[in-house]
């Protein structure tokens, strides 16, 4: 399903969906407020689009994909970390 | 997701990890660079520039039932999350006419809320039960 990925130098980022860029300093603080608020159980999951490396590719994946799917999000501290 | 880049995320799979889980991952390893998705999902430690340990059941309507974050040093118990799916699939299928009590795993009984249950839970269930 994920999109196979073009990888040069740089390092591929993604990012929340829908999301729109920031213009100054003040406006991000008030806005990262109301992002944190988004999470609640019995609300929507808020959309992103990231890179990752499945089975041997570099793909970019999009939540909403998923739609019609149950999906495990986890986050983890980092590579070669211990636990 | 972590904010490890792609190519860092290649080298812990196919280096360390593919020598513990047959075959390498089998689920697509995300990069997080900035934290910008584990800031919404508010997991990312800007202090520390990582994220903690979230973890998020996203059903099909892309709707969030549960969570659960915890500090670095502790791992998750992976059995508990998937007893977690499970319950909350079989909620979905019953479309909410059942409902699972603590310690519910598939083939333990259900609770089927309404009038006639109110008051009479603990004739049909003990708190034996929430225990495995």
């Known amino acids: ?83 | 997701m972590s904010i490890d880049s792609i190519f860092v995320h290649k080298m812990w799979n196919d280096y360390e990890l593919s020598k513990m889980v047959k075959g390498g991952i089998p689920f697509p390893m995300l990069s997080d660079a900035g934290g910008r998705v584990g800031t919404i999902y508010g997991v990312y430690d800007e202090d520390a520039g990582v994220e903690t340990r979230g973890r998020f059941i996203i059903d099909p309507d892309g709707v969030i039932q549960g969570y659960e974050v915890l500090t670095p040093p502790v791992g998750r118990n992976v059995t508990e999350t998937i007893r977690q799916i499970q319950a909350f699939q079989h909620v979905r299928k019953t479309k909410g006419a059942e409902a699972t009590p603590s310690g519910w795993r598939p083939g333990k009984p259900t609770l089927k809320p309404g009038p006639a249950l109110v008051g009479k839970v603990w004739e049909v269930w003990t708190t034996k039960e929430a225990f495995d």
């Open chain 1, 1 to 83: 399903m994920p999109e196979e990925l073009k990888v040069g130098c740089a390092r591929p980022t993604g990012g929340p969906v829908g999301e729109e860029p920031k213009e100054d300093i003040s406006e991000q603080t008030t806005n990262k407020e109301e992002v944190k608020a988004m999470i609640k159980v019995g609300r929507k999951a808020p959309d992103f689009i990231a890179p990752a490396y499945y089975k041997g590719k570099f793909v970019n994946v999009k939540l909403s994909d998923y739609l019609g799917k149950w999906v495990l999000l986890c986050f983890y501290p980092g590579d070669f970390t211990f636990v």
